[in-house]
């Protein structure tokens, strides 16, 4: 592998010392003079018609300077999911509908001079509601004579809404049925996902004002700046020329802010009351109302011959989109399109599903995007598969998975709610990540050692492998603008949105190893559509992949303007070399350095600003690749499952900056572990969330995290930056499969519903 001096390097987050002593730097910390509070008044059910609405004594309250309904605002079928266009997302959502969908939808908003004003102005709007028969269970909302849940003559783009079906799949690749029925070795199983929450830190906030020009500002906690101005621009009936979104600092994300959730409400006060205005979302409001994982049903069917390979996989999908369809297609189609061709040995393979409508809260984006849930699923039954064949479970894995310069048809049959693309795997150290990591792990020696340590207490190993993919191949657009000051430093310009991973600092690596020049000298500014270039946003894993390319592109092409005139100023023509901050002519020693250069190009001869922009949009989407091992114990007293030790080994070609990768890393798992272990959302027989809070709805501590061992696998990504792949997601889809597989070593039991509660356990054990 080559040596890079920049990338491949730990270096510190280019924002740290302003987010550790607490510079103003979210979008909460801006204040504007005259700014009003708005709020939102909340459905109380879970399917309803809005007969009347009475919003007169709100308005007359003293303080209150604008009320919104379904009466006074624009009638327009959107999507709130931010995705490229055309999103592939139905239209089903309004800005206020005469319909409520379940509880937390939006009645109405009041914006006022206060937080208290608006929210006595809630209190005092009147709804007369015709209450509609609910459908919680994403099976019963399919059956016929279920209530339909989307009935609106303008809903665009749903599979069958009268039947409540979002999208619908069914793709065969061979014949499953007959390699099913011939194998020698079959196994079939459901495994259930639960409704649980991103939980960011910082819940969703908004601020709106007007420009000295008349123009719409608004600044977000967004991960799609650009997605939310044009969808701003379609709902509102403004310009995209006329609107402006920022996105500051972000205090977390992991999927839900992939939305356009609050910033067309504060859009909507300040084009009426011509005053800035703000909503931020309390964190009851960021648990219902906001979006959350989407619930599933895999049924998973695997047959194998005695040989150990793989001759079908049967994948059959229930989901539940909650009350409206954002993300549900894309979610549903990754959930086979990132984890079937990890096993490209079995030569029969099935996708089938639906995603459904139910009357509870909204599913969306999610770190990891359907592949968690399906890895559940199917890396559950190759344990399951494993252990009726009598071989390791690591065998079995590494006889079938995908290797170097091999393919699958299903990346051509399934992309992101459309077609996919046809792709070779150029680099995959999956071998050695699966390698690596039992060794570390000591997983031959763990696999015969006893299962009882002590009365009731049992330990038990398990694993999993996995792969994700880098962006959103021929979709996902990235840009990038590098200027040269004139005293050799830079500036980096991205639309790409760092959701505090990091990314401007990774971003500011590639160009720094292009230009050849130390961290300190390139300034990154980030995610504002009327300064940066074009970005599609932080999702998809694809910033590093797709935004890096870009960057490295105009550092290249800025490298050229340099060279150009560093050629002059030595009046060279042999080769030259830029690094450490000069030219050097490799053949008469002589340099030049680069603050010479930009004197010159700024003040003397050739006048011109040394700059240059560029784009990039990939025709692939290689995958990053993860073996993960975990040791657990589990207390048959209590049912308790606890985490002892974690090890992830992990190819993402080459690490940019290896600190802030295993970070990522990290932080997938302990999210993944929650998710496995203790994080759901609890509703009543009415569809009301029971745990909306951090007291009730249980999130890792760090008390609660096992040790994690962290295993880099180089490779070289030809298509990534400097040899790149994503990181960001691949890494959350461990957790549930190796937690599961491990209390089935220990105990023999098959955890297939999450969370795994104590609850479940004894259950499973006979023991309630």
């Keep these: 592998m080559k040596s890079y001096k920049i990338v491949g390097q730990d270096a510190e987050k280019i924002d740290g010392p302003a987010l550790v002593s607490g510079m103003p730097v979210f979008t909460d910390d801006f204040r504007l003079p005259g700014m009003l509070y708005g709020k939102i008044l909340r459905s109380p059910l879970a399917h309803g018609l809005i007969k009347d609405i009475d919003t007169s004594k709100a308005e007359s309250l003293p303080g209150v300077r604008a009320v919104f309904s379904y009466k006074n605002v624009p009638r327009k079928a959107y999507t709130t999911a931010g995705q490229g266009f055309p999103e592939p997302s139905p239209y089903d959502s309004f800005i206020f509908d005469k319909k409520v969908r379940f509880v937390g939808d939006r009645v109405a908003a009041v914006f006022a001079d206060s937080l208290e004003i608006a929210e006595e102005g809630l209190s005092l709007i009147e709804v007369d509601f015709e209450e509609l028969p609910p459908v919680f269970d994403p099976e019963e909302s399919l059956k016929e004579g279920a209530p339909i849940i989307h009935d609106e003559p303008e809903i665009q783009g749903a599979y069958d809404p009268k039947r409540n079906i979002v999208s619908h799949v069914e793709l065969e690749i061979g014949e499953v049925d007959r390699a099913l029925r011939e194998s020698d070795y079959f196994v079939e199983g459901t495994w259930e996902t639960q409704y649980a929450q991103h939980c960011p830190m910082e819940t969703h906030v908004a601020i709106a004002y007007l420009d000295d020009r008349g123009r719409l500002v608004v600044r977000s906690s967004t991960q799609v700046p650009f997605h939310a101005r044009r969808i701003l ?23 839900a802010k992939q939305e356009v959730l609050i910033e067309d409400l504060v859009a909507l006060a300040t084009l009426k009351t011509r005053r800035p205005s703000r909503i931020e979302l309390t964190r009851e409001e960021e648990f219902v109302s906001s979006r959350t994982m989407h619930p599933m049903k895999v049924t998973v069917r695997l047959g194998a011959n005695k040989d150990g390979m793989l001759q079908a996989i049967d994948m059959d999908i229930l989901s539940n989109t909650g009350a409206y369809g954002t993300h549900g297609p894309t979610v549903f189609f990754n959930a086979g399109s990132k984890t079937l061709p990890l096993y490209n040995k079995a030569p029969n393979v099935r996708f089938t599903g639906n995603v459904v409508y139910t009357n509870l809260p909204v599913a969306g984006a999610y770190r990891g995007y359907g592949a968690t849930e399906g890895y559940f699923a199917l890396e559950c039954a190759m344990d399951e598969l494993a252990k009726k064949m009598g071989i390791d479970p690591l065998h079995l894995r590494d006889k079938n998975h995908i290797r170097p310069k091999e393919s699958s048809p299903i990346f051509k049959k399934l992309g992101e709610g459309r077609e996919g693309v046809p792709q070779i795997v150029e680099s995959c150290g999956l071998e050695e990540c699966i390698e690596k990591g039992a060794s570390v792990f000591h997983w031959e020696k763990k696999k015969s050692l006893p299962r009882e340590i002590e009365p009731g207490i049992f330990r038990g190993y398990g694993m999993a492998i996995m792969m994700q993919g880098s962006a959103i191949p021929l979709v996902d657009l990235g840009s990038a603008t590098i200027k040269m000051n004139e005293d050799g430093s830079f500036l980096l310009l991205v639309g790409a949105t760092d959701l505090g991973t990091g990314s401007d600092t990774i971003l500011a690596q590639i160009a720094c190893e292009e230009l050849g020049v130390p961290l300190e000298r390139m300034t990154v500014y980030s995610s504002d559509t009327d300064f940066t270039p074009f970005d599609k946003g932080a999702y998809a894993s694809s910033t590093t992949y797709i935004s890096g390319e870009a960057v490295r592109k105009a550092a290249r092409k800025v490298k050229e303007q340099i060279l150009e005139i ?39 001869a050739d006048q011109r600003q040394i700059q240059a922009s560029a784009s990039h949009v990939s025709e692939v989407s290689p995958p990053p690749f993860a073996a993960h091992f975990v040791e657990v114990e589990v207390d048959t007293r209590t049912g308790k499952i606890t985490p002892i030790l974690y090890v992830a080994s992990v190819d993402c070609g080459v690490a940019v900056n290896p600190q802030l990768t295993r970070g990522q890393i990290i932080g997938s798992i302990v999210n993944g572990l929650g998710f496995a272990l203790s994080e759901g959302l609890i509703f009543n027989s009415k569809g009301s969330v029971l745990n909306a809070n951090f007291l009730d709805y249980k999130v890792l501590s760090s008390l609660d995290v096992p040790d994690i061992e962290v295993l880099l696998v180089e490779t070289h990504e030809p298509s990534g930056p400097f040899g790149a792949k994503s990181v960001a997601e691949v890494c959350i889809n461990g957790p549930l499969p190796a937690v599961a597989n491990a209390v089935y070593d220990a105990l023999g039991i098959q955890l297939k519903k999450a969370p795994f509660t104590p609850e479940e356990v004894l259950r499973l054990l006979g023991k309630i």
């Design 566 to 604: 560093a050629r002059t100023l030595l009046s060279s023509s042999g080769d030259l070399l830029l690094e450490d901050g000069q030219v050097k002519d490799t053949g008469t020693g002589k340099a030049v350095s680069l603050e010479e250069i930009g004197l010159r190009s700024f003040y003397m």
């Design 233 to 255: 621009s379609a709902i509102l009936g403004i310009p995209i020329s006329q609107i402006r979104v920022v996105k500051p600092r972000i205090g977390g994300g992991f999927g």
